[in-house]
């Protein structure tokens, strides 16, 4: 993937980007080919290959997108607990709904764990541990949790409400949602 700075090859980029989304509206993933999101793009082979591989390479770019976002964000602001992460967090999922929604429907959940796998570890030093030789344990478990709990939302039709969305897994994380029972 194109990683530079050449705002013609940078254009290039988004406007596959948004010709690929839109295609996967109405096309499943493997059905696809680069042929027709060049068509749809109004751009050629050859440009699509200077700035991208593969499809799944354009997925990577959103995703990309979507984390500086995340990133532009947490850094904007002060984050002073768990609630106010749990915000900014459940806001950028909640403002990409549609993109993820593609990914979900188009059963691409293990792009969505390592992409939010990698985000986490870059996002690392926004979170304190209490064990640090772990950490890369606790945030993989973070990590297939919280994309599990957004792709249910996104399957369920977004029934919860962003803050019950926020509540809800501030309870859990805070341990305050599972109750053991005592054997019978």
Request: glycine share 2%; aromatic share 12%; hydrophobic share 40%.
């Amino acid at each position: 993937m194109y990683t530079g700075s050449n705002p013609t090859a940078l254009i290039s980029q988004k406007m596959i980007a948004d010709s690929f989304l839109k295609l996967l509206e109405k096309k499943p993933f493997n059905k696809i080919t680069i042929t027709e999101i060049n068509r749809k793009a109004k751009l050629s082979r050859q440009t699509y290959y200077s700035v991208f591989d593969s499809k799944e390479e354009i997925l990577k770019f959103n995703f990309q997108c979507v984390f500086n976002e995340y990133k532009k964000n947490i850094s904007e602001l002060k984050i002073k607990d768990l609630n106010s992460l749990l915000n900014i967090t459940i806001d950028i999922f909640i403002d990409n709904a549609d993109f993820l929604s593609i990914i979900v429907k188009n059963n691409l959940n293990d792009l969505f764990v390592r992409m939010n796998s990698q985000f986490l570890r870059e996002m690392g030093k926004y979170i304190q541990v209490t064990d640090e030789e772990h950490k890369d344990y606790a945030l993989s478990f973070i990590t297939g949790a919280f994309t599990e709990m957004l792709s249910h939302w996104l399957e369920d039709d977004k029934k919860l409400s962003r803050q019950d969305m926020i509540d809800l897994t501030e309870k859990i994380l805070s341990g305050k949602y599972f109750m053991m029972q005592t054997a019978l």
